[in-house]
């Protein structure tokens, strides 16, 4: 379409500067900016993972891959990833098995529709650090209503469980917080995408004698792929990058059981103020992550 | 088909809202409850007595301000991401700009960890004076927003028909003049949708606001997490802002809600 667009200018004669360099114009400022906030941080992360920066000295010479090196000796890191793909790994099936089962819900003709949507798309509007202190009501050890609904259940037995402090339960809260929130961003997309799912195939193939699940697989699934491709892909890039749940909850804790990624990294930048290990890991997270990236996207696009 | 399972359906449709806004009640009571309503094993679920408390000590004690720091950052961001990111998504859109490569590289900066990319902003905003300016905030949260703009966008700007704006084109209107009177109208559900999730995001914001703001342009989130202290946890502080802060975010979901569906999925389709 573009030739037939470039032909239009033509014809229509108007050749301004402004006009001529139109499509620059409209891009560069975006570029600039994306360049000014991102790719100095970039750059600067790089240079000071090269010096020696902590919060007792100053020294600006270089260091060779001395950040580096400690960065892949410390034990701390690798657990923060092991602890960032755990809760990744994790929360995003259950987040897309909940997302859909909800979406299949409400494809269908539901009285008071468009009010259940407008309240079941509360959680994803809360601030995710709000959500955190929300939970941390519920949870209380004794303030909270989850354990008085868990002592009902079982029988008028007081639970006193230590939802935020025992290491067998902090997992769960964090990963209940999260599904909680983001559930129903899943949801509201995968309801799009199905909504645009053509009936009249699914009624055919169950007319064929085909299955529920068989429809499903065969029919509704491709049908969503892609949107459901990029859904995961948002919402595994987020999770990736969690931080604010997880600072609200336990801070990383108990000790740092729960430190993801970028709870590791405020810790040791903002509150060790070890600016140079800091940048060598923010070099390294940021690199990994943009080509993980670029691999998907391209994945996606093959796929389809 | 229809009717068969209906009832069932908005039955499990209700368990379903009870499940997802019992977290909510939950603030909205304990706002009101007085303290010895919060804190009392076992928990009690209405307030004994309604208490104001809380609300007229987010105004007494001037945290409202928060509220209003949020809509002026949140506003500038969005103004910021929707003007940058939309004139970039019809380059890239109309004019093939880059190609995927680009589009591609754009999108990949959403997954920047704003830890990762606020330590380094931090002492550079140190050094020119930014910290803890609605400038410097607005900023950084318009660039950032950026990229899921020009991908929504680009989706919305790839339905108008092009035959309109050529037809613009051969009536004598120049570039600028075909983007302002025939794009940007007809693609105003788009651009509506775009800009409430942008505004959201931009809301939600804790990370930057967390490290660039001290005591001037405090966030919502910011100061709802300095409720949460190490010593003592202001319950229903928290709960309150938290409340009076859903009032803005509520109102422009329910305003928008009929592109609401359409404006997260179809750059997703789109992409």
Same mark, same amino acid.
């Given at each position: 379409?573009?030739?037939?667009?470039?032909?239009?200018?033509?014809?229509?004669?108007?050749?301004?500067?402004?006009?001529?360099?139109?499509?620059?114009?409209?891009?560069?400022?975006?570029?600039?900016?994306?360049?000014?906030?991102?790719?100095?941080?970039?750059?600067?992360?790089?240079?000071?993972?090269?010096?020696?920066?902590?919060?007792?000295?100053?020294?600006?010479?270089?260091?060779?891959?001395?950040?580096?090196?400690?960065?892949?000796?410390?034990?701390?890191?690798?657990?923060?990833?092991?602890?960032?793909?755990?809760?990744?790994?994790?929360?995003?099936?259950?987040?897309?098995?909940?997302?859909?089962?909800?979406?299949?819900?409400?494809?269908?003709?539901?009285?008071?529709?468009?009010?259940?949507?407008?309240?079941?798309?509360?959680?994803?509007?809360?601030?995710?650090?709000?959500?955190?202190?929300?939970?941390?009501?519920?949870?209380?050890?004794?303030?909270?209503?989850?354990?008085?609904?868990?002592?009902?259940?079982?029988?008028?037995?007081?639970?006193?469980?230590?939802?935020?402090?025992?290491?067998?339960?902090?997992?769960?809260?964090?990963?209940?917080?999260?599904?909680?929130?983001?559930?129903?961003?899943?949801?509201?997309?995968?309801?799009?995408?199905?909504?645009?799912?053509?009936?009249?195939?699914?009624?055919?193939?169950?007319?064929?004698?085909?299955?529920?699940?068989?429809?499903?697989?065969?029919?509704?699934?491709?049908?969503?792929?892609?949107?459901?491709?990029?859904?995961?892909?948002?919402?595994?890039?987020?999770?990736?990058?969690?931080?604010?749940?997880?600072?609200?909850?336990?801070?990383?804790?108990?000790?740092?059981?729960?430190?993801?990624?970028?709870?590791?990294?405020?810790?040791?930048?903002?509150?060790?103020?070890?600016?140079?290990?800091?940048?060598?890991?923010?070099?390294?997270?940021?690199?990994?992550?943009?080509?993980?990236?670029?691999?998907?996207?391209?994945?996606?696009?093959?796929?389809? | 088909?229809?009717?068969?399972?209906?009832?069932?359906?908005?039955?499990? $449709?209700? $368990?379903?809202?009870?499940?997802?806004?019992?977290?909510?009640?939950?603030?909205?009571?304990?706002?009101?409850?007085?303290?010895?309503?919060?804190?009392?094993?076992?928990?009690?679920?209405?307030?004994?007595?309604?208490?104001?408390?809380?609300?007229?000590?987010?105004?007494?004690?001037?945290?409202?301000?928060?509220?209003?720091?949020?809509?002026?950052?949140?506003?500038?961001?969005?103004?910021?991401?929707?003007?940058?990111?939309?004139?970039?998504?019809?380059?890239?859109?109309?004019?093939?700009?880059?190609?995927?490569?680009?589009?591609?590289?754009?999108?990949?900066?959403?997954?920047?960890?704003?830890?990762?990319?606020?330590?380094?902003?931090?002492?550079?905003?140190?050094?020119?004076?930014?910290?803890?300016?609605?400038?410097?905030?607005?900023?950084?949260?318009?660039?950032?927003?950026?990229?899921?703009?020009?991908?929504?966008?680009?989706?919305?700007?790839?339905?108008?028909?092009?035959?309109?704006?050529?037809?613009?084109?051969?009536?004598?209107?120049?570039?600028?003049?075909?983007?302002?009177?025939?794009?940007?109208?007809?693609?105003?559900?788009?651009?509506?949708?775009?800009?409430?999730?942008?505004?959201?995001?931009?809301?939600?914001?804790?990370?930057?606001?967390?490290?660039?703001?001290?005591?001037?342009?405090?966030?919502?989130?910011?100061?709802?997490?300095?409720?949460?202290?190490?010593?003592?946890?202001?319950?229903?502080?928290?709960?309150?802002?938290?409340?009076?802060?859903?009032?803005?975010?509520?109102?422009?979901?329910?305003?928008?809600?009929?592109?609401?569906?359409?404006?997260?999925?179809?750059?997703?389709?789109?992409?």
């Amino acid at each position: 379409m573009t030739p037939r667009a470039e032909r239009s200018t033509a014809a229509a004669g108007s050749s301004g500067w402004l006009d001529r360099h139109f499509k620059y114009l409209l891009l560069y400022p975006a570029i600039v900016l994306l360049l000014l906030i991102g790719l100095f941080p970039v750059l600067y992360s790089l240079m000071v993972s090269f010096q020696n920066l902590t919060m007792l000295k100053q020294d600006y010479g270089f260091q060779g891959l001395l950040n580096y090196e400690r960065l892949i000796n410390t034990d701390r890191f690798w657990w923060a990833i092991l602890h960032t793909g755990v809760l990744t790994a994790i929360a995003l099936p259950l987040e897309l098995v909940f997302g859909l089962a909800m979406a299949r819900l409400f494809v269908k003709d539901i009285r008071g529709k468009r009010l259940f949507l407008a309240l079941l798309v509360l959680p994803a509007v809360l601030p995710p650090i709000v959500a955190g202190g929300i939970w941390r009501m519920l949870l209380d050890v004794s303030f909270g209503p989850i354990n008085q609904i868990i002592g009902w259940l079982s029988g008028g037995v007081p639970a006193s469980i230590n939802w935020l402090i025992d290491p067998f339960y902090v997992y769960p809260t964090i990963l209940l917080t999260e599904v909680w929130e983001w559930t129903p961003f899943m949801f509201l997309i995968l309801l799009a995408a199905l909504s645009n799912v053509d009936p009249s195939q699914e009624e055919a193939a169950e007319i064929d004698g085909a299955g529920p699940w068989t429809i499903f697989v065969r029919i509704t699934l491709p049908a969503i792929w892609p949107v459901m491709i990029v859904a995961l892909l948002i919402r595994g890039l987020d999770l990736v990058r969690t931080f604010d749940i997880v600072w609200a909850l336990t801070k990383g804790g108990p000790g740092t059981l729960t430190e993801t990624i970028s709870v590791y990294m405020y810790t040791m930048g903002f509150q060790r103020f070890a600016t140079s290990y800091t940048g060598a890991m923010a070099f390294v997270i940021i690199i990994v992550l943009s080509l993980a990236v670029m691999v998907l996207l391209r994945r996606v696009e093959i796929a389809r | 088909m229809r009717g068969r399972g209906g009832g069932l359906r908005f039955i499990g $449709a209700l $368990a379903l809202l009870v499940v997802f806004l019992f977290p909510l009640f939950w603030i909205l009571t304990v706002a009101f409850k007085n303290p010895e309503d919060i804190f009392v094993t076992p928990p009690v679920w209405l307030p004994s007595t309604l208490n104001f408390q809380d609300f007229a000590l987010i105004f007494s004690e001037g945290y409202y301000r928060a509220i209003l720091n949020s809509l002026i950052v949140a506003t500038g961001a969005t103004i910021i991401a929707m003007v940058f990111g939309t004139t970039a998504a019809y380059s890239i859109a109309r004019h093939r700009t880059g190609g995927e490569t680009l589009a591609n590289w754009i999108l990949s900066w959403r997954m920047l960890p704003p830890i990762a990319v606020v330590f380094p902003i931090f002492l550079v905003f140190s050094v020119v004076e930014l910290r803890d300016s609605y400038f410097g905030l607005i900023l950084l949260n318009g660039a950032f927003n950026i990229p899921y703009v020009v991908w929504m966008m680009r989706g919305y700007i790839e339905d108008v028909p092009i035959e309109l704006e050529e037809s613009a084109l051969v009536d004598g209107c120049s570039r600028w003049q075909t983007l302002y009177r025939v794009v940007l109208p007809m693609a105003r559900t788009g651009l509506f949708a775009t800009a409430v999730f942008t505004f959201i995001f931009a809301w939600n914001e804790y990370a930057f606001a967390l490290v660039l703001t001290e005591t001037e342009v405090i966030t919502v989130p910011v100061q709802i997490a300095k409720f949460m202290g190490r010593e003592a946890t202001y319950f229903s502080r928290i709960a309150a802002l938290s409340l009076l802060a859903l009032i803005p975010v509520f109102l422009a979901v329910v305003t928008m809600q009929r592109y609401l569906v359409r404006g997260i999925s179809l750059g997703a389709i789109k992409g």
